[in-house]
């Protein structure tokens, strides 16, 4: 079989190799945030320059970028895209028979102030959901949920991309961080405990951006009692749980904690001022304005057929669909499920001419190591197939016949269409930026900053995941280099390869994928670039801060103490 090397450095110039090697996000960035061009567009342009530079540059043999391409778009439909599709497919059905509205009305009784909605439905809701599924699932329902309430579109997409930051490292179960200590051999507990002694001090702020970036610094104020002990409530069990019992529940614990925590605080604490607004203010206002002609909608409007309907059920029977889901993302999270389903059926699809035919050459790794390319393809044990079952089951149980689903299912995918082509091609593109090494390249120019390496390594994690759309691939991909990194240079490995992590949580909120799934949930098509220059700013200010809490760590007493691992 032919092999390949990877070459990182054409130019005989790191920097300038690392500029070409960019030219592929520069261009996604560029045609979303400046151009306004749609998504599915500008991705699928990203990636021809991808192919381009990685072939004619970086001297990649062009069978293998396809098939490497192939590989990302494959992935990028299973499980991400079959995660979107039904998700959105079980929103549409609640829509259909009326019982969202009922669900609104009752998140609305536990406050009226959309202040406080926000930290219960965007960070502590959303927290569940990313520990117990991760990859997109908490922005496709907390976004559903707050256009539902009424927020605008920009607001319900942006809002919930900020708070989806804090949770990311501990995602899935604590994907992430199990893949980070399987690339680096690091110890699992070491690095669970480090990214629990980085990521407290930021769910502790995400709240406050949060609410500052909707309601101002002075509605912000108003409320700091409500979110400091929403911040508290999470990050408290955050650090226990990852320095104690290790990453598997971190999320989910401090999630429950936090949900229950706000709620009976606000038995006995009402804000003075109740903020109904649910429009952005600031700089947003003047982008909400401009697209007011497009407004997010339901999902069951924009596909056409079934129109919302009174819902005469019950309460609990309103909040039934969205229970079982909470169950079965739960349930699908749990590595004895997934080990079961996936022994009943769990084909793997070595990819020929390009399964082991990439060489990953120092100094990304200590020595030549082939690139493994497998699709597997674990149908029953992925979560998409979980919220499918759920939303099948909460579908019957709320009077849908099965001709009426398949319909509806039929919609749904019609009305998804481009978000699925865009994710296709965004993963199609870190997938051959992966394989390529394009993504290595642009990480020695990163590792070149000696002494602020500390800094500059964790915003390589911000790049990773903002180019992957994933923290789990961001540290299989710079995990290694950040160990090699951190010993050449006398830091803790297990600080910068947890750095990595904590970085990436950062980039979450501006990976096209992530965007994507928030203009898709929120239904505000055509608008990716808009919600990109919104949460643009969130993203870099916060990752710095990561950065600079790191290059404490490293260098400056007592926050070394704070380092575990050695």
């Known amino acids: 079989m032919d092999t390949w090397n990877q070459l990182y450095d054409p130019f005989g110039s790191i920097l300038l190799s690392a500029l070409v090697a960019a030219l592929p996000v520069a261009t996604m960035l560029i045609a979303l945030a400046f151009l306004h061009i749609a998504a599915h567009v500008a991705a699928i342009a990203a990636l021809v320059v991808a192919l381009a530079v990685a072939i004619v540059v970086f001297g990649m043999p062009a069978a293998i970028a396809a098939k490497a391409a192939g590989l990302g778009i494959a992935s990028g439909l299973f499980p991400i895209g079959w995660i979107v599709l039904n998700i959105i497919f079980l929103y549409r059905l609640t829509v259909a028979n009326g019982s969202f509205n009922r ?22 809701f959303g927290a569940f959901f990313e520990g117990a599924a991760g990859f997109g699932t908490p922005v496709a329902v907390t976004g559903a949920v707050l256009i539902g309430l009424g927020f605008s579109p920009l607001a319900a997409s942006g809002l919930s991309l900020i708070a989806n930051t804090a949770p990311v490292a501990y995602g899935a179960l604590g994907t992430p961080v199990i893949a980070l200590a399987g690339v680096t051999g690091l110890d699992l507990m070491d690095l669970s405990a480090m990214i629990g002694r980085q990521l407290p001090f930021f769910s502790l702020i995400v709240p406050f951006w949060l609410i500052w970036a909707f309601a101002g610094f002075r509605g912000m104020i108003q409320i700091w009692p409500a979110i400091l002990v929403t911040g508290v409530s999470f990050a408290v069990p955050q650090y226990l749980v990852s320095n104690y019992m290790g990453p598997f529940l971190v999320d989910v614990i401090a999630a429950l904690s936090s949900m229950a925590c706000l709620s009976l605080f606000l038995q006995v604490w ?27 909608l339901s999902p069951i409007g924009a596909g056409g057929g079934a129109e919302a309907v009174t819902f005469r059920g019950s309460t609990m029977l309103a909040w039934m669909p969205w229970l079982v889901l909470t169950v079965f993302v739960f349930l699908w999270g749990l590595a004895d499920i997934k080990a079961f389903l996936n022994g009943l059926w769990n084909p793997a699809f070595p990819i020929d001419g390009l399964h082991r035919a990439v060489i990953k050459v120092p100094p990304v790794v ?184 790191v290059t404490l760590q490293a260098y400056v007493p007592p926050f070394t103490a704070l380092v575990v691992g050695g």
């Open 103 to 124: 669900l609104q009305e009752t998140i609305a009784g536990v406050t009226p102030d959309r202040r406080l909605q926000l930290l219960l439905i965007a960070f502590a």
């Open 270 to 296: 009402h804000p003075k001022e109740i903020w109904t607004s649910t429009r952005l203010g600031g700089r947003a206002a003047a982008v909400e304005e401009a697209t007011a002609g497009s407004k997010g």
């Open 366 to 549: 200590a020595a030549p190591t082939p690139e493994a390319a497998v699709f597997a393809f674990n149908f029953l044990s992925m979560t998409g197939t979980g919220i499918l079952l759920a939303a099948v089951l909460g579908g019957l149980a709320m009077g849908f016949g099965p001709l009426r689903l398949v319909r509806e299912y039929g919609r749904t995918l019609w009305v998804v269409r481009y978000s699925l082509l865009t994710i296709a091609a965004m993963l199609g593109l870190g997938y051959l930026t992966r394989y390529s090494g394009l993504d290595a390249t642009m990480g020695l120019a990163f590792a070149a900053t000696g002494v602020l390496y500390p800094f500059f390594g964790t915003l390589l994690g911000w790049l990773g995941v903002a180019l992957t759309g994933s923290d789990t691939a961001s540290n299989v991909l710079f995990g290694g280099l950040q160990k090699i990194t951190a010993q050449q240079i006398g830091l803790s490995p297990v600080l910068m390869a947890a750095a990595n992590s904590s970085g990436g949580v950062m980039g979450k909120m501006i990976d096209a994928q992530s965007i994507v799934v928030a203009s898709t949930a929120t239904n505000w098509f055509g608008h990716e670039g808009e919600i990109l220059r919104y949460v643009f700013f969130h993203s870099i200010a916060l990752a710095c801060l990561v950065g600079v809490l």
